[in-house]
Each structure stands twice: as structure tokens, then as C-alpha cells.
């Protein structure tokens, strides 16, 4: 069945109708803003949801994207000041703020921004040392924001944050840096160590001052004690007499003699010749103690100190001659007694 020329014709107006609605109808996404041109200029621009534009008269230019981009710096060898050379890369966040600026203004806006942030990267880290690069990584970015920011705002891009990512040395230098950071530390290990040494001596010596003033303080308050104690024994002997100085002689002396006696390694006790003597003594003194008032002597312990009796001796033994006499000169002394007779 042959086709009418009318519905030939109805049907080219609705292709035609279709194809004019097509191109004057535009819908923007979220996050991007058309340019609008009309026979090549620059007219308006679309901004995100549903648009109209005139068909066959305005074309859409550059669909930019209006959302914070984030731009790989690529790695490339800087060398620094004192001539050595580090790999270094980044990353750059950016944002048209102006689209028509941003589509115009320049031709590749990534590719400007890539060339520019590596040229600058070169340019700051140059005037740098190579000590200073590995801890300056804040300073660098202070810098490449500072200038970045300032270079692209022609173009309606507002650079926000600008990012070193790597600063990394050859491996031969990073090898001397691990040897200087290695002797580094074993220098700061010997000098605390040092210090510690020397903080101990220090120590030591004020432990020994301080134990050397107590041991004289010590001493002094002993002499002290030993002078008041000797006072007062002077001073109760003003009141007894000889007796009382008898009195502690005598018993100083029983204490060494029973000392003496008492240790498990003397097999042999000498008694000296003067025990007699002493014995009498201590029962004299024992006798003032008895005596209650201290400052007189009874008339039996009297005579018995006026006389004291003689000391026993063993048969066949003469008393000792007076001392001084030509008796006394004479007799020989033997190992048998302190006597022999005549």
C-alpha cells in the first residue's frame, strides 16, 4: 500500500519537532556549570537542573566542573641548595569559582595548573638545604599555596590546599644519613651516659661528706657524754674520797678479768700479782656502800684499811723485802713466785 505524501510530511515535522525540542532543551547536573554559545561567543551559562535554549542558534560550550578537584603533582628530581637531589611530588585542591574565566582564560586548566605547581615546587625547594626540606614540608606548602592561589586567580580557580607528598633523597644519601643519625645517637648515649657517671660520683662524694659530719658530730657528742660522765665521777669522788675512785677502778677491772675468763679461746688466765690488793680494795669500797652516809669510814673498816692483812702465799715463801733496801736488791727473782725465800 503506497505511502500518502501527507503522512510523509507529518511524520519529517515530528522528527524535525523532536530534534529542535532536543537541542533547546538542557539538563545540567548537579556540580557541573554549562557555557552557553551562541554562533561561537560566550553568552550565558547553565546552571544545574533543567535549561532552555534557542535550537539551532546556541550551542553548549564547556561543561566544567565546579566541585573541589584534587590534581596529581607528578614525581620529578629537585635539586636543593647545597646540590642535592630529592624526588619530590604532590598534590594541588582546587576550585573554579568562576566558570567562564576558568573555560576562556586559559586552554587545559588541569595541565596550567600541573605546569605551574611543578615549576614552583622546583623554584621553592631550590632556595632551600636539603636538612631544611625534610622538615619543612609546612613551609613548602605554605609557600606553593601562596603563589599557586595568586598565578591562578586570572582564571577563576581558587587553589585551597596544596600538598608535598614525598621528599625522598637518593639512596646512596639516605644511606650517609643513616650512618650521621646512627653516630648521633651513640654520641648523645655516651654523654648521658657520662652525665649519669658523673651524677653518681657527684653523689657518692656527698654521701661520704655527709657520713664523715655525722661520725664527727658523733665523736664530738661522744667526748661530750664521756666528759660529763668523767664530771660527774670527779665530782662524787670530791664527796667519797679514794674509796669511790677505788670503787670504779676495782670494778672496771673485775669486768675485763671476767671478759677474760669467759672467752671460749683462752686456755690459759693469768692473775696478775696486785689481784690481792684490788680484792681488798673492792671489799673496802664495798664497805663505804654500806656505810650509808658515803662521807666516813666505820672504825672496823678504818683499821682494816690502816692494816690491810697480808696476801696468802704458798708455804716456804718469805714476804717480799721494803723496796729500796739492799734485801730487795739482793734477792733473785725465779719462775716459781714472785719471791723466794731466804
Do not use: C, H
Request: net charge neutral; glycine share 8%.
Amino acid at each position: 500500500m503506497p505511502v500518502s505524501g501527507t503522512f510523509i510530511v507529518f511524520a519529517v515535522i515530528l522528527v524535525l519537532a523532536l530534534v529542535t525540542a532536543a537541542k533547546g532543551i538542557r539538563t545540567v547536573p548537579q556540580g557541573e556549570v554549562w557555557t552557553v554559545e551562541r554562533f561561537g561567543r560566550f553568552t550565558t551559562l547553565l546552571q544545574p537542573g533543567l535549561n532552555f535554549i534557542i535550537p539551532y542558534v546556541d550551542a553548549i560550550g564547556r561543561r566544567m566542573n565546579v566541585q573541589e578537584v584534587v590534581l596529581d603533582i607528578p614525581e620529578q628530581v629537585v635539586i636543593t641548595r647545597d646540590n642535592a637531589s630529592v624526588a619530590v611530588d604532590g598534590i594541588v585542591y582546587y576550585r573554579v569559582m568562576e566558570p567562564a574565566k576558568a573555560a576562556y582564560q586559559v586552554q587545559d586548566l588541569q595541565q596550567a595548573l600541573t605546569a605551574l605547581s611543578m615549576t614552583n615546587i622546583r623554584s621553592v625547594i631550590g632556595e632551600m638545604d636539603l636538612d631544611q626540606t625534610l622538615s619543612s614540608r609546612e613551609r613548602i606548602n605554605t609557600a606553593l599555596l601562596v603563589t599557586l592561589d595568586g598565578a591562578t586567580e586570572p582564571w577563576g580557580v581558587k587553589v585551597s590546599r596544596v600538598e608535598i607528598r614525598k621528599i625522598e633523597p637518593p639512596e646512596n644519601l639516605i644511606r650517609a644519613m643513616n650512618l650521621q643519625m646512627t653516630a648521633e645517637r651513640e654520641r648523645r648515649a655516651t654523654v648521658v651516659q657520662a652525665e649519669g657517671a658523673k651524677a653518681a660520683l657527684v653523689l657518692q662524694a656527698e654521701g661520704r661528706r655527709e657520713a664523715a659530719f655525722r661520725d664527727a658530730e658523733a665523736r664530738e657528742r661522744s667526748a661530750q657524754a664521756e666528759a660529763t660522765a668523767t664530771r660527774m665521777v670527779a665530782e662524787a669522788a670530791s664527796g667519797a674520797g679514794g674509796d669511790a675512785l677505788r670503787y670504779f677502778v676495782a670494778q672496771s677491772y673485775v669486768t675485763a678479768f671476767q671478759a677474760i675468763a669467759a672467752s671460749p679461746s683462752s686456755r690459759l688466765v693469768i692473775v696478775p700479782m696486785e689481784a690481792a690488793g684490788l680484792a681488798g680494795g673492792v671489799t673496802a669500797a664495798l664497805e663505804l656502800l654500806r656505810d650509808g652516809t658515803g662521807g666516813g669510814m666505820s672504825p672496823g673498816v678504818a683499821a682494816g684499811r690502816a692494816a690491810p692483812p697480808p696476801p696468802s702465799r704458798p708455804p716456804g715463801f718469805a714476804p717480799p723485802p721494803p723496796a729500796g733496801t739492799a734485801e730487795a736488791r739482793s734477792v733473785p727473782r725465779t719462775g716459781a713466785g714472785p719471791w723466794t725465800s731466804g
